[in-house]
């Protein structure tokens, strides 16, 4: 089974910004408000990450590790509300790393913790320890040395795991998340409100101050799809497009089609080696979208991309002459 999982390792856990996008996800699906990411080593040596959400019962802690084990299958792929359904993260995770797993329930008096180091489970133990979870991995990638040398530098994965935090943060305001650790990557988000208000101030936190005053508002919808957010105005862009920012159905994703609608938006009033910031939400009905499951990639598959591109680019450029650009 160690075997197996570290296979499915290879394909889930490509570095350590990964695990914190497991963790993350984990945490929130988990119903959790405040979520704190500690890192050091380039998160290579230690990722932490303490939630206070629904917790785990002790005696599903050996379940939680166990590859294909989910709490949270639906009927319908394509009616995910949460956002890991795999059961593959925590036994990926347990299968090159040292794991541990400590969580108290809602309402239970007291906690317990499981680990796993490089496949081995350790029986449950009880611990002390508040409301929630807390999930440590060190030394990532021990029991895998190959994958280990494909590690870029320190300062490289620590900007990874920066910008994953920061990915799933714009998507969930109300949530506080705080990233600490040696790495020295801190980051500070208190939770807002969860609207438009709110949603601007989370985008002042992430992307900056800056350009959360330079920005215009966008809300469009057409046939079923509903586009909202921030873009900004010409005379504020980046010489790459790195501060994009999209969402579909409140996950991140990262998609051609997207960054294409984005230059032909601002086709005439952006030179070529200009990038717009943006921070876009499309929501429509899941059956009209497929987002790539695969936990690495975050492309995106429309039924309907013409729809979808010509919302976007009839939305901005409404927007840019409404604001007279
Ligand atoms: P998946 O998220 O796909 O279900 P994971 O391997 O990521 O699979 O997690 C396995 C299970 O462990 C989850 O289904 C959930 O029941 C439990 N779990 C993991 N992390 C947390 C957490 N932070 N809070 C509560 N439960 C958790
Ligand atoms: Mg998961």
Do not use: W
């Amino acid at each position: 089974d160690t075997v197996i999982n570290q296979i499915a390792a290879g394909e889930v856990i490509e570095r350590p910004a990964s695990v914190v996008k497991e963790l993350v996800e984990n945490a929130l699906d988990a119903g959790s408000t405040r979520i704190e990411v500690a890192t050091a080593g380039g998160g290579l040596s230690l990722l932490r990450v303490t939630d206070n959400g629904g917790g785990i019962a002790p005696d599903e802690l050996p379940l939680a590790v166990s590859r294909h084990c989910t709490s949270k299958l639906t009927d319908d792929i394509h009616d995910i509300r949460s956002l890991g359904f795999r059961g593959e993260a925590l036994p990926s995770i347990g299968s090159v790393a040292r794991l541990s797993l400590r969580s108290r329930p809602e309402g239970a008096d007291s906690a317990a913790e499981i680990a796993v180091e490089g496949g081995r489970v350790s029986p449950v133990r009880p611990v002390a320890a508040n409301r929630g979870t807390t999930v440590e991995v060190r030394d990532l990638f021990f029991a895998t040395p190959a994958r280990l040398k494909f590690m870029k530098s320190e300062r490289a994965e620590t900007a990874a795991i920066t910008e994953v935090v920061k990915r799933m943060a714009l998507a969930f305001p109300e949530v506080r998340f705080t990233l600490t650790g040696s790495d020295r990557n801190t980051l500070e988000l208190p939770a807002v409100p969860a609207d438009g208000e709110g949603l601007l101030r989370r985008i002042a936190q992430v992307m900056g101050k800056d350009f959360s005053e330079n920005t215009l508002p966008i809300e469009a919808e057409r046939e079923g799809v509903a586009l909202s957010g921030h873009v900004s105005i010409p005379s504020f862009s980046r010489g790459n497009a790195m501060l994009q920012y999209f969402y579909v159905n409140g996950r991140p994703v990262r998609d051609k089609l997207l960054t294409g609608a984005i230059r032909g938006a601002y086709m005439d009033v952006l030179p070529r080696d200009r990038h717009a910031v943006v921070a876009l939400f499309i929501s429509l009905d899941p059956a009209l979208v497929d987002v790539n499951v695969h936990p690495a990639k975050a492309d995106v598959r429309f039924r309907d991309p013409g729809l979808v591109r010509g919302l976007i680019v009839g939305a901005i450029r409404h927007a840019l002459e409404i604001s007279g650009m």
